[in-house]
């Protein structure tokens, strides 16, 4: 078994302090993660889109792990009541709101964050915004929406903190992209051009920082289930007691109606709909698990540039891989020059046949 393990019931929903106990759930040695060698300091955590299912996670296990916490909820789905209730329940955490598409609000979270805490150490942009449908379908809003929110909301979080990081000579990005930013997904063309948008930015981003000692990792997750206890943001009722997690049934994603043309069983622009519906809430990674080990990413010495979390996740963009190299190899042949004494069909990257031997190689046999 994995470190993510089976989906647990409803009724074994996980908490934090079950993942941060689980032997199985740990960075590897050669990132130098918090431990017994590698003693964790209280950081400042700045996480954005903190009350969807990845960002509360990731909020509690820091706190959990006595890290001062900045909880930034969506202005349009939160409240200021709410996040100050979640502020109130614990004294290392600030409860602020924000629309990252909003440049000036981002800048105020920043500027109140340092205010607040002195500092800030690590930022996690958890926020995203998915349109499931057709690429025909899905109108200029919908395409704007998802690249104002992934896109630019995670381009105006960097902007607005990077001179906080250069003027400290420290500071740490963590990023959720998704197996999307890596891959074609029928039903989600806009959401996936987002993510691979925000992919090119980091990767580009953190050469051009790289000497000022900032540091950042792009997680990519494959199906993540809410197995959190209950939302301490929606007040408990009689009606609500029971529920483990009273979430969006599908968290950030709105599903578009499909038009006439994609309508069959058998569509391609229907897997993602189709995917969601089948999974429904047997998603095979787990929001507490994966957050556990993101807080250890945020305080290990040695973080990649990318995580992948779950089976979904590494399967996926393990054969993504495999299939442009392979294709690759297929067309290389279009790209290099022929040897004119070489018989057609051999090639070398090198400008030398391949049956061709250096003069190295004909000294050794010599011998």
């Known amino acids: 078994m994995?470190?993510?393990?089976?989906?647990?019931?409803?009724?074994?929903?996980?908490?934090?302090?079950?993942?941060?106990?689980?032997?199985?759930?740990?960075?590897?040695?050669?990132?130098?993660p918090p431990g017994p060698q590698n003693p964790p300091k209280q950081l400042v955590w700045l996480i954005f889109g903190a009350t969807g299912h990845i960002g509360l996670s990731l909020a509690k296990a820091a706190l959990l792990h006595n890290d001062l916490v900045v909880a930034v909820g969506r202005t349009f789905e939160n409240s200021y009541e709410s996040m100050r209730k979640m502020q109130a329940e614990n004294a290392n955490c600030l409860g602020l709101l924000c629309d990252v598409?909003?440049?000036?609000?981002?800048?105020?979270?920043?500027?109140?964050?340092?205010?607040?805490?002195?500092?800030?150490?690590?930022?996690?942009?958890?926020?995203g915004h998915g349109v499931i449908g057709a690429c025909e379908d899905q109108d200029d809003y919908d395409i704007r929406n998802?690249?104002?929110?992934?896109?630019?909301?995670?381009?105006?979080?960097?902007?607005?903190s990077l001179p906080h990081f250069r003027e400290r000579g420290a500071g740490r990005y963590i990023i959720f992209s998704s197996t999307s930013g890596t891959l074609g997904v029928p039903g989600l063309g806009p959401y996936c051009a987002s993510k691979y948008a925000v992919e090119g930015l980091m990767e580009s981003m953190l050469y051009e920082v790289d000497g000022f000692n900032i540091k950042g990792t792009l997680i990519e997750p494959g199906h993540i289930r809410r197995d959190d206890v209950v939302n301490p943001l929606t007040p408990r009722s009689p009606e609500n007691k029971s529920l483990v997690n009273p979430l969006?049934?599908?968290?950030?994603?709105?599903?578009?109606?499909?038009?006439?043309?994609?309508?069959?069983?058998?569509?391609?622009?229907?897997?993602?709909?189709?995917?969601?519906?089948?999974l429904g809430d047997k998603q095979p990674a787990s929001?507490?698990?994966?957050?556990?080990?993101?807080?250890?990413?945020?305080?290990?010495?040695?973080?990649?540039?990318?995580?992948?979390?779950?089976?979904?996740?590494?399967?996926?963009?393990?054969?993504?891989?495999?299939?442009?190299?392979?294709?690759?190899?297929?067309?290389?042949?279009?790209?290099?020059?022929?040897?004119?004494?070489?018989?057609?069909?051999?090639?070398?990257?090198?400008?030398?046949?391949?049956?061709?031997?250096?003069?190295?190689?004909?000294?050794?046999?010599?011998d």
């Open 2 to 32: 994995d470190a993510f393990g089976s989906p647990p019931s409803h009724a074994n929903a996980l908490s934090p302090s079950s993942a941060a106990r689980d032997p199985r759930v740990q960075l590897p040695l050669t990132t130098d």
């Open 248 to 278: 969006p049934a599908y968290g950030h994603f709105f599903i578009k109606p499909t038009s006439e043309p994609y309508q069959t069983s058998t569509s391609p622009a229907a897997h993602a709909r189709r995917m969601l519906l089948w």
């Open 287 to 366: 929001a507490v698990k994966a957050a556990e080990l993101v807080w250890q990413l945020g305080h290990c010495s040695f973080p990649p540039l990318r995580l992948l979390l779950g089976y979904y996740a590494v399967d996926s963009i393990r054969d993504r891989l495999k299939c442009i190299t392979e294709e690759i190899e297929d067309w290389k042949h279009l790209s290099f020059p022929l040897n004119d004494n070489a018989p057609s069909g051999e090639y070398t990257a090198d400008k030398r046949s391949m049956t061709e031997k250096s003069d190295d190689e004909e000294d050794r046999e010599g």
């Open 101 to 127: 598409r909003a440049r000036d609000t981002v800048r105020e979270v920043v500027e109140k964050s340092i205010a607040h805490f002195g500092r800030i150490d690590i930022i996690a942009n958890c926020s």
């Open 146 to 160: 998802q690249f104002e929110t992934n896109f630019m909301g995670t381009l105006n979080i960097i902007q607005l």
